[in-house]
């Protein structure tokens, strides 16, 4: 079964996690809180501690974060998923459009 990791978990994250564990795969899921993922760990979803945990094992990852300093901090920060993506991993990369 494919291993998807989802990191971000706002209004769209949100949706688009759910539609992966409707769809039979294997999803990790991390937010800033643990508040908004609750309902997703009780339909199957398994919290991560971390970017870099979500990211382990994962055979895509997928963020959707705010901006670009948001997703440099889940990518590439401290325990970032980066620090955890296997080779091979397909990464998904979404942010907010930027107002102008």
């Not at 901006?67 to 620090?83: F, P």
Request: charged share 30%; proline share 1%; net charge positive.
């Amino acid at each position: 079964m494919t291993k998807v990791a989802f990191i971000g978990l706002g209004r769209m994250g949100h949706g688009m996690a759910g539609r992966y564990l409707e769809s039979g795969f294997t999803v990790a899921v991390w937010n800033r809180s643990k508040a908004k993922a609750e309902d997703l760990i009780a339909r199957g979803a398994r919290w991560a501690v971390s970017p870099a945990d979500a990211a382990e094992d994962a055979d895509a990852i997928v963020t959707m974060v705010a901006d670009d300093e948001a997703s440099r901090a889940v990518w590439l920060g401290k325990d970032g998923a980066a620090t955890a993506a296997k080779a091979g991993t397909r990464d998904c990369r979404m942010r907010r459009r930027a107002e102008n």
